[in-house]
């Protein structure tokens, strides 16, 4: 039976699966799963959870690893600061990120969500193991929600919520660390609490909202909420890797139907599916696989795990449920990159060259030379003209600098005002400057002049101006 012959039953879509049809919550049972795919995202998304939470305590150079100090307007990127004056990289690099997930997306589906999102990760990883050690498993935790609030419901709640509560504020304190850095962080943490009543707040909102997340709300972020699984349906085509039903060798001519030792399936023209429903009872999301390609669905592979250990239980080949494409179903061809991932892969790497020659080539000291609005040339001896100049200075990094200016060439002399430049990490500096030529050095109205800028002995910026001068 094809998935998509106009015959099928497609009522399934008119709603999701975690609401009923008078709108109200479908409570998610999960089955504690286990088997090959599930060991794998283990494996990786414990080695992600690592990362996470160890990566605001490195420094490079004094630097956190990663920041995005949205308050201080001051981005770190593996140590390397950007200020608001990178404007044009972070739009670059937003760019390069939508693009990287249109393409992501179009080959391998909802590959991301599945296995490196961070709110799979957290539910699946921690607070439904946490879930499945207390309440125990998808029938426990049934039998559980509907007995009336005695001891053992109240104990095993006031148990679960606590511990979820802890959780929820270690994550709340880590996201916080990438916003305002670790050592602001503790300093929150170790002083009095009326000095930093504001970031308390902050991680009081961002555990409660973690704490609300994980406990209620869960699948419903992937479903109701997460933009990126919105922009599946537009993303994906039948080209794309996906976690999907084989329906050619699952329905065959007569369908599915319940296993029978020792019978010849496929002679009889029976699918390989036996309608266990093992699929449905693992689901995260509480959708049925063999339905086709769904909106709630995360591609987390637990289908995949329940259905092969279905198969290798009855003897029948693994991979009624796998990695592939709808085209690959419906033709059994190997997977080839379509000529749509082709352009985008051309385009994400034509931007990924830029922003990197861009980060390669971005200067540490960055200076700037505005003529002074409303003013022209100034006579200021016998023969020597002045022209005045705001200079805008801005140091990138997290050292002292001090600065000093020197015109090439000598054909020209430069004072400023207000006397040496010292420039404080991350600080702006903007002075009146006064250049002044020779007649003998003017190239008529305008005279190219370029100007050194110093770190002790090493140049490491030259700017170039245009001096106005009378013609002659």
């Not at 106009?6 to 009522?11: A, F, G, I, T």
């Not at 490079?60 to 307007?73: A, D, Q």
């Given at each position: 039976?094809?998935?998509?012959?106009?015959?099928?039953?497609?009522?399934?879509?008119?709603?999701?699966?975690?609401?009923?049809?008078?709108?109200?919550?479908?409570?998610?049972?999960?089955?504690?799963?286990?088997?090959?795919?599930?060991?794998?995202?283990?494996?990786?998304?414990?080695?992600?959870?690592?990362?996470?939470?160890?990566?605001?305590?490195?420094?490079?150079?004094?630097?956190?690893?990663?920041?995005?100090?949205?308050?201080?307007?001051?981005?770190?990127?593996?140590?390397?600061?950007?200020?608001?004056?990178?404007?044009?990289?972070?739009?670059?690099?937003?760019?390069?990120?939508?693009?990287?997930?249109?393409?992501?997306?179009?080959?391998?589906?909802?590959?991301?969500?599945g296995w490196a999102c961070p709110q799979t990760i957290f539910l699946e990883l921690i607070f439904r193991r946490i879930e499945f050690w207390i309440d125990g498993d998808w029938n426990q935790q049934k039998k559980l929600e509907k007995q009336p609030w005695n001891a053992e419901k109240i104990r095993k709640r006031l148990i679960k919520w606590t511990i979820y509560w802890i959780v929820s504020f270690l994550i709340a304190n880590i996201f916080l660390a990438y916003i305002i850095g670790i050592d602001e962080l503790f300093n929150i943490i170790t002083d009095s609490p009326k000095n930093h009543l504001g970031g308390l707040i902050s991680l009081f909102i961002f555990t409660s909202v973690f704490f609300a997340v994980f406990t209620w709300f869960r699948e419903q972020?992937?479903?109701?909420?997460?933009?990126?699984?919105?922009?599946?349906?537009?993303?994906?085509?039948?080209?794309?890797?996906?976690?999907?039903?084989?329906?050619?060798?699952?329905?065959?001519?007569?369908?599915?139907?319940?296993?029978?030792?020792n019978e010849d399936r496929e002679a009889l023209g029976k699918g390989d599916c036996i309608d266990c429903h093992q699929c449905v009872n693992v689901c995260p999301t509480g959708i049925d696989i063999r339905n086709g390609t769904q909106?709630?669905?995360?591609?987390?592979?637990?289908?995949?795990?329940?259905?092969?250990?279905?198969?290798?239980?009855?003897?029948?080949?693994?991979?009624?449920?796998?990695?592939?494409?709808?085209?690959?179903?419906?033709?059994?061809?190997?997977?080839?990159?379509?000529?749509?991932?082709?352009?985008?892969?051309?385009?994400?790497?034509?931007?990924?060259?830029?922003?990197?020659?861009?980060?390669?080539?971005?200067?540490?000291?960055?200076?700037?030379?505005?003529?002074?609005?409303?003013?022209?040339?100034?006579?200021?001896?016998?023969?020597?003209?002045?022209?005045?100049?705001?200079?805008?200075?801005?140091?990138k990094t997290q050292d002292t600098i001090p600065i000093y200016l020197e015109v090439e060439g000598n054909n020209a002399s430069i004072d400023i005002i207000g006397g040496p430049i010292t420039l404080a990490p991350g600080a702006q500096i903007k002075r009146k400057t006064l250049i002044k030529m020779n007649v003998t050095e003017l190239k008529g109205t305008k005279t190219p002049v370029l100007i050194g800028i110093y770190e002790n002995d090493k140049k490491i910026e030259t700017a170039s101006i245009t001096f106005s001068g009378p013609g002659f």
């Open positions: 039976m094809d998935a998509n012959d106009s015959n099928k039953d497609e009522s399934f879509r008119d709603a999701i699966a975690t609401v009923d049809k008078d709108g109200k919550r479908v409570w998610v049972y999960a089955k504690k799963i286990k088997g090959k795919w599930f060991n794998k995202r283990q494996y990786f998304g414990y080695a992600l959870l690592a990362f996470l939470f160890v990566a605001p305590f490195i420094k490079i150079k004094g630097e956190p690893l990663i920041m995005l100090n949205i308050l201080e307007r001051k981005f770190v990127l593996f140590g390397k600061v950007f200020w608001p004056e990178d404007s044009h990289l972070f739009a670059i690099g937003m760019m390069a990120f939508v693009i990287l997930i249109i393409v992501f997306t179009v080959v391998f589906g909802r590959l991301f969500c972020v992937c479903i109701a909420v997460c933009p990126y699984g919105r922009l599946q349906g537009v993303l994906l085509d039948e080209n794309s890797i996906l976690v999907a039903y084989d329906y050619k060798r699952g329905e065959r001519e007569k369908g599915r139907s319940k296993f029978r030792k909106l709630e669905c995360v591609n987390c592979t637990a289908c995949m795990d329940a259905c092969d250990s279905i198969m290798e239980g009855v003897g029948l080949e693994k991979g009624l449920i796998r990695y592939d494409s709808e085209a690959g179903i419906k033709t059994g061809d190997k997977y080839s990159l379509s000529g749509r991932a082709k352009a985008y892969i051309v385009l994400m790497v034509g931007i990924l060259t830029l922003l990197v020659v861009l980060l390669a080539t971005r200067a540490d000291i960055e200076v700037n030379f505005l003529r002074e609005r409303g003013t022209s040339y100034q006579k200021t001896g016998e023969d020597e003209y002045a022209n005045i100049y705001n200079l805008h200075l801005i140091n």
